[in-house]
């Protein structure tokens, strides 16, 4: 079973305590962590693995911040952290609405698809994204 702490109201997978610990100490507040996958950074197994929510398997993490937004696949010695800050995120939509737990966000002319383990907690990213409720 995964352990599990929480940090500001957030609740934390123990393989996720590092990273988290240095987000707080860089000043950043967290908004939600949810299993998800990078499509560029994930294959077709790892990808049916998160649409069928297999949450024993969770391969990556989805870490949205008050300032950014992390994908984080944990390590045994380090963890790998891509970011992306939320100013620069242009648009976020669905991927085949509601079929398979994707959401894509675009940056400029790129964009990437991002799955979800489970859809509800897409629906919360969209939404905050959307809102722009870290512009408040």
Avoid: C
């Avoid at 957030?10 to 967290?30: D, F, M, S, W, Y």
């Avoid at 994908?71 to 952290?81: N, Y």
């Amino acid at each position: 079973m995964t352990e599990i702490k929480e940090l500001g109201g957030i609740e934390v997978p123990k393989k996720l305590n590092r990273t988290a610990k240095k987000l707080a100490a860089a000043g950043e507040r967290l908004v939600q962590i949810a299993p998800a996958l990078l499509h560029s950074r994930a294959s077709e197994q790892m990808l049916a693995i998160a649409r069928m929510g297999m949450l024993d398997k969770v391969l990556g993490y989805l870490v949205t911040t008050d300032k950014n937004v992390h994908f984080v696949r944990p390590g045994i010695a380090w963890d790998s952290v891509q970011t992306v800050p939320l100013d620069v995120i242009d648009d976020v939509d669905y991927v085949d609405e509601f079929h398979n737990n994707t959401l894509k966000i675009k940056v400029g002319d790129k964009a990437e698809k991002i799955t979800f383990y489970d859809d509800m907690e897409g629906i919360q990213f969209y939404r905050y994204l959307k809102t722009k409720q870290w512009k408040e």
